[in-house]
């Protein structure tokens, strides 16, 4: 993986700063109002109020959608049936059914042609793209095709950048000053609302509406993450693994690739497009379907910055609430329930640290979750869906680009408060949502009309700490440990070879129980993943000996926080727990800043 220039500069800082004493970092006022905007910024035309039978065009210079797959000079894929969406019998009747009518403007993507069986294929999905692809100046405005990767059945996972910067390289984007957004689509190939959305979302960046947000922020979208899903018609990647819970531990290559693409552009703003259930296990254990058009959530998991999560409060989800509510659309916090029949919990995103929500917000980003009412539902209300996120999204890139000068001192605050925090106070290993109870709407699935239920409900706005320990100075791993400091190194952290044999102050792990279990969440087992082992350990000082070759992580760098998510040993998503670190013995928790040579990096 080629290192970013400016996080290149920045890892020689930090190895520099290794024996220098931690400090703590003072804490700024709460900016209340966005800063000024340069005067050289123009305010973005408000998109047009939705007239009746107004269709969406393809992007300049494609024929319209066809029902067919569109050839692409892509490589060729390997062989894959595509998912044909037949007729679905609805899961509910017409007095449901009239809750969602379609909005008055009708979107036109590859998928959403009329009388269309199918969601846009991912040859036809690489054409619009490359439509789009104008590295070149045209005007103010500039977009370049990334190539992010290969899924596991040998499909691109493709992206468009769009920039009003003086180029399209990394480095023309540092020198805008403009923040970044990552926009992501259909991690779960049976949620198509986000996909379709987002290349309505591309062609209006790139020559359309949405151009002036340019003048302030840089964007990336990534419609589809797992084409190989979406071919399918499937939840999971090829090999059945669920990849929004593969983002700490990197086993997939869908996963991997976004881990590069945040790692490359360094966003202040990830947001997550999804869909939910809407009859299935709540028409079983509530007799009532899903009532929301979306459901939102920010990154919610032990050691987010809290200066994070107030920004996502108060300039995110406020204002995008009120985008939804403006075009007629609902919204509640996102909660999901168990596949047992027997568990009538309803929880909010779970506070683990390995979807993309939370593993981005521990990269120090406002990481969004977008859930639109989908699932089992094939085609119906599909215009809606992607209005839905439609208007969520924009509202999200208009919070960004109102907030741009206030989100760059939040963030680098935060990089130099994770940095000074090492070697002191407590981290938290391990955190848990807040039991309580709530009403929650829901639809009679006779009548359609509202049904109010009282509900055992956990919420991660307020997290509880399960497990605390002190924050190391860094951790210790062996020289058979290389996978795992690649894994780290994936994730964007500074991982240092050890060059001659030294010695540190350390607190190393004793095994007190063991067990094999499996990864959950909410929902129960995590899709596509083995068993793990859980252990129970205890923590023991002592001198170690540090033999060349082997790795030191220091928490003196921003996204320390993901060090600590993946070494700790009694979690359910550690590199031990997942046997990417095989032995107890081969890591441990320095806890004084050791005076090590370490190998020269690139």
């Given at each position: 993986m080629t290192m970013h220039p400016t996080f290149r500069k920045a890892s020689a800082l930090l190895a520099a700063a290794l024996l220098a004493a931690c400090s703590s970092t003072p804490l700024p006022?709460?900016?209340?109002?966005?800063?000024?905007?340069?005067?050289?910024?123009?305010?973005?035309?408000?998109?047009?109020?939705?007239?009746?039978?107004?269709?969406?065009?393809?992007?300049?210079?494609?024929?319209?959608?066809?029902?067919?797959?569109?050839?692409?000079?892509?490589?060729?894929?390997?062989?894959?049936?595509?998912?044909?969406?037949?007729?679905?019998?609805?899961?509910?009747?017409?007095?449901?059914?009239?809750?969602?009518?379609?909005?008055?403007?009708?979107?036109?993507?590859?998928?959403?042609?009329?009388?269309?069986?199918?969601?846009?294929?991912?040859?036809?999905?690489?054409?619009?793209?490359?439509?789009?692809?104008?590295?070149?100046?045209?005007?103010?405005?500039?977009?370049?095709?990334?190539?992010?990767?290969?899924s596991q059945r040998g499909e691109p996972i493709l992206g468009l950048l769009a920039t009003r910067a003086a180029g399209t390289e990394l480095v023309d984007l540092d020198k805008s000053n403009r923040p970044t957004v990552v926009l992501i689509g259909q991690q779960h190939g049976d949620e198509p609302a986000g996909s379709e959305a987002l290349l309505v979302i591309a062609r209006e960046l790139a020559q359309g509406l949405l151009e002036p947000l340019l003048d302030r922020i840089n964007v990336v979208i990534v419609p589809r993450a797992n084409p190989d899903g979406a071919a399918a018609g499937t939840r999971v990647t090829a090999n059945g693994v669920d990849m929004n819970r593969d983002h700490l531990l990197l086993n997939t290559p869908e996963a991997r690739a976004l881990a590069r693409v945040v790692n490359d552009y360094r966003p202040i703003l990830v947001v997550d497009a999804h869909e939910y259930t809407v009859v299935g296990r709540y028409l079983q254990k509530f007799n009532a379907i899903q009532r929301y058009d979306a459901l939102l959530q920010y990154a919610t998991t032990a050691n987010y910055p809290e200066f994070l999560t107030k920004a996502s409060q108060e300039w995110y989800h406020p204002p995008m609430v009120a985008a939804l509510k403006a075009q007629g659309l609902t919204s509640d916090w996102y909660y999901t329930t168990s596949t047992n029949p027997d568990d009538k919990r309803i929880s909010m995103g779970g506070a683990q640290p390995d979807t993309g929500r939370n593993v981005n917000g521990l990269k120090n980003t406002v990481s969004l979750l977008i859930e639109t009412r989908g699932v089992g539902i094939g085609r119906m209300h599909i215009q809606r869906r992607v209005h839905t996120q439609v208007t969520a999204i924009v509202s999200a890139l208009r919070s960004t680009a109102d907030r741009a000068a206030n989100l760059e001192q939040v963030?680098?605050?935060?990089?130099?408060?994770?940095?000074?925090?090492?070697?002191?106070?407590?981290?938290?290993?391990?955190?848990?949502?807040?039991?309580?109870?709530?009403?929650?709407?829901?639809?009679?699935?006779?009548?359609?009309?509202?049904?109010?239920?009282?509900?055992?409900?956990?919420?991660?706005?307020?997290?509880?700490?399960?497990?605390?320990?002190?924050?190391?100075?860094?951790?210790?791993?062996?020289?058979?440990?290389?996978?795992?400091?690649?894994?780290?190194?994936?994730?964007?952290?500074?991982?240092?070879?050890?060059?001659?044999?030294?010695?540190?102050?350390?607190?190393?792990?004793?095994?007190?129980?063991?067990?094999?279990?499996?990864?959950?969440?909410?929902?129960?087992?995590?899709?596509?993943?083995?068993?793990?082992?859980?252990?129970?350990?205890?923590?023991?000082?002592?001198?170690?000996?540090?033999?060349?070759?082997?790795?030191?992580?220091?928490?003196?760098?921003?996204?320390?926080?993901?060090?600590?998510?993946?070494?700790?040993?009694?979690?359910?998503?550690?590199?031990?727990?997942?046997?990417?670190?095989?032995?107890?013995?081969?890591?441990?928790?320095?806890?004084?800043?050791?005076?090590?040579?370490?190998?020269?990096?690139?």
């Open positions: 006022p709460w900016p209340s109002t966005p800063a000024a905007r340069p005067n050289t910024a123009t305010a973005p035309a408000p998109l047009p109020r939705p007239q009746p039978a107004t269709v969406v065009p393809a992007p300049s210079g494609q024929q319209a959608p066809q029902t067919g797959a569109i050839a692409s000079p892509l490589p060729a894929p390997a062989p894959l049936v595509v998912q044909d969406e037949a007729p679905l019998t609805a899961p509910y009747g017409p007095a449901v059914a009239a809750r969602f009518p379609d909005p008055a403007i009708a979107y036109g993507t590859p998928g959403l042609a009329p009388h269309r069986r199918s969601f846009t294929t991912n040859a036809e999905l690489a054409q619009w793209l490359q439509s789009l692809d104008n590295p070149g100046a045209r005007g103010p405005t500039r977009t370049k095709l990334l190539r992010l990767g290969m963030r680098s605050f935060v990089a130099r408060d994770i940095s000074s925090q090492a070697c002191r106070d407590q981290v938290v290993v391990e955190a848990a949502a807040t039991p309580g109870q709530r009403e929650l709407d829901f639809l009679d699935p006779d009548t359609g009309v509202d049904r109010s239920i009282r509900v055992e409900w956990n919420s991660s706005l307020t997290l509880r700490p399960v497990k605390t320990r002190a924050r190391p100075c860094g951790y210790w791993l062996s020289a058979s440990a290389a996978e795992a400091a690649e894994r780290l190194r994936l994730l964007g952290l500074q991982v240092m070879r050890v060059a001659e044999p030294g010695s540190a102050l350390a607190d190393t792990y004793r095994e007190t129980a063991r067990e094999t279990s499996s990864r959950q969440d909410v929902r129960g087992a995590i899709a596509g993943e083995g068993s793990i082992v859980r252990v129970q350990v205890a923590t023991v000082r002592s001198a170690i000996d540090i033999p060349a070759g082997s790795f030191y992580v220091p928490l003196n760098q921003s996204r320390a926080n993901l060090a600590v998510a993946a070494l700790e040993p009694d979690t359910q998503n550690g590199y031990f727990a997942n046997r990417l670190i095989q032995e107890l013995g081969d890591t441990a928790r320095v806890m004084v800043t050791p005076a090590l040579v370490f190998e020269e990096t690139q």
